[in-house]
């Protein structure tokens, strides 16, 4: 009987051990993922990368970042990518023209990049006339940095795109414009080389705008055919 006993165990063992070699065994359904901007808005997609989240749930992600959300748009539009870590302006004038991609997900519900500005600016009425640093035209930093001037009746500052938040950093560590919207961790190193954070992340939410600036969205078709109850 004790021998019988023995023999189910380790039969059960050695099925429980082959059940799970199998499941290992299983390929993860590979997922392409873009994503926008390089600052802390991101940190959800990276560090579920890096605590290696995903392959929890059967999934093997591949973070890339990929400059503009507009051209993330492009490039889902392309077929490259079913899902994007992102939000703003280009998704909703993809949806407004009919377009595939969607929003799936909001990470950041209202404006979080704060204007940051050389020393000697003390007040927003200062910019008038100087140029101000955002990412691209159309970009969250774009519309943020409006908001921020149309609020303060500062119409003839200057609004000038500089590619990415690195190069914003750069463009007013060398007094190439008097400010741009920067968020961390770009942020950090500014106030720690004495740039001034003249309108900060409270101060916008104050402002009262709902805006979907971070999240994730998928093109339409794919959502609705992956899709659960």
Known sequence: MKVRLRIAVITLAVLSMASISAQSAVALDKVKFPYSPISY????????????LFEKHGLEVDPVFAGAS???VQSMLAGEADLAGMAGPAVISNVLKGGD???VAALVKSFSVPLYVQPSITQISQLSGKRVGVTRFGSVSHFTAKAILDRSNVADAVIV????YPESMTALSTNAIAGAMIPAPQSVVLREK???ELVSIKQIRDMNIRFIEQGIVARRAYAEKTRTS
Request: positive net charge; proline residues 4%; charged residues 10%.
């Open 41 to 52: 808005h991101s940190l959800p997609f990276l560090v579920a990368y890096e605590a290696k």
């Open 70 to 72: 507009s051209l993330i």
């Open 101 to 103: 991609v969607i929003q």
């Open 161 to 164: 795109q500089t590619g990415g």
């Open 194 to 196: 004495g740039f001034r």
